[in-house]
Structure formats: C-alpha cells, structure tokens
C-alpha cells in the first residue's frame, strides 16, 4: 500500500498499575510501560483524506479476568493495524502510549508484526507511520513538551475536563468503564482535532480544506453523549476557523 493512501488512526490508552508486577510509586516514581495494564482504548478513524469515518474503542466491557480482557483489546488492536496498515496519531504516543502497547503485547504473547515490519511505524524522524504530535510540535524534545490540553487550548478546544488520568484508577475499581471510555475518547477528539490543525500548519491542507475537514468531524461527533462535553466546552468559532454554520 502506499504510505500516502494509508488512512489514520488517532489513539488514546487509559491504564491501570498492573498489580501483579511490583512497583512503589512512592519510591521509585512513575511506572515504566511494563506496569500499565490497558483497560481501553480510544479511537478515530480518518479516511487517507483526513474524513472522519468511526469513532470507538477497543476494549467495551470490563471483565472478571483482567489478563483476558486486555489480551483481547490488544489483539484485536493489532489485528486492525495488522490489516489496515494505518498511520497512527498520537499525543505523546513515543513515551507512553506505543511502549505501553509493545510492552503489554509482549507480556500477553500477542504478535503486533505490522509494527515491527514497517520501519515507519517505529523511525522517530518520520511523519509516516506514526505520527506522535506532542513530539513534532517540540522539534522531537527539543522544547518543553506542553500536555495535551495546553496545546488544544490554543485551538479554543476546552483541554482539561472532569476526569483526569490521575482518577482512572478508582474508576476502575468502581466499575465505571462508561466514565472511562469517555474520558479516553474526549481526548482522543482533541487529538484529532489537532491533527487537522497541524496539517493546516504544515500545509498539507488549505485553510478551506481544514475548515471542511473540521467542520465535517465536528458535525459526525455532535450526536455522540461521550464527547459532547468536548464541543460543548469549545469555541467552535475558533475551533473550526470560521467554518461553515459558525
């Protein structure tokens, strides 16, 4: 397939500690990837022109065996990259999310060969293949890496909201998968809401384009009871440049 008919797929994770594995946060800080075990994970799927397609997660129900449960997100994960050879998009994906995913593939023996088999996916230096946006937006680490809702902020998207990563963990033991997924997913939309920005940025696309593309995923996600906090919070003018029905 050639690298500029791929569609893209913009992700998110929500983990928890692993707590089969040993780990003082007390003592020793934040966990490496080996200790976050996987509880959702949130997509959208763009068409190679940057049209919305799906909106979902991987991962819709928690499980009584947690190994179980997140072996199959991640399979199921792989298997669609596997098959649809995507670009992946992320926020902050290099550090976190991509070594989480290896990691955890590794624990479970699941092959994820796409990712090993495409040198794009794992060529820092490469906007094909995965694009992590927290890493071009500060020349690969150059500059001060900015959260995700510091740089969706200057776009008029709303950043923070309710739920933090820092309360995943509770949610979880609480049952409040549907809280989870929301949250997941709200970030993801800001993500891609920042990615069609970068490709105005870049000039891949033009500012007539961009407000098309923008205007066509605002309007797709705006029926959708897990995101609308997002749009809701937003300045759409800004958001969408002016676009259509602003």
Request: glycine share 8%; hydrophobic share 40%; proline share 4%.
């Amino acid at each position: 397939m050639d690298r500029m008919e791929r569609s893209y797929l913009v992700l998110d994770l929500e983990t928890v500690p692993d707590r089969s594995l040993h780990w003082d946060p007390a003592r020793d800080g934040f966990p490496p990837p080996t200790h976050h075990r996987v509880v959702t994970l949130g997509v959208i799927w763009l068409d190679p022109e940057l049209r919305f397609r799906r909106i979902g997660v991987f991962g819709d129900e928690i499980s009584e065996d947690a190994d179980g449960h997140e072996a199959r997100v991640l399979g199921d994960f792989a298997g669609f990259v596997g098959r649809k050879r995507c670009h992946l998009v992320t926020y902050n994906g290099r550090t976190f999310d991509l070594p989480v995913l290896v990691n955890r593939c590794l624990k479970h023996g699941i092959p994820f060969a796409a990712y090993f088999s495409d040198r794009d996916y794992r060529y820092r230096y490469s906007d094909l293949g995965h694009l992590d946006l927290a890493d071009v937006l500060t020349e690969h680490g150059a500059a001060r890496r900015p959260a995700l809702w510091s740089a969706a902020g200057l776009m008029g998207l709303p950043g923070r909201l309710a739920i933090d990563g820092s309360m995943i963990a509770s949610l979880y033991d609480a049952g409040s998968l549907d809280q989870i997924q929301a949250h997941c997913l709200q970030d993801v939309v800001q993500t891609t809401f920042l990615l069609l920005r970068f490709e105005l940025l870049r000039g891949r696309l033009d500012r007539e384009t961009y407000r098309e593309r923008a205007t066509g995923l605002w309007d797709a996600l705006r029926e959708d009871d897990r995101v609308a906090v997002v749009l809701d919070s937003a300045d759409r003018e800004r958001v969408l440049l002016g676009g259509e029905g602003s």
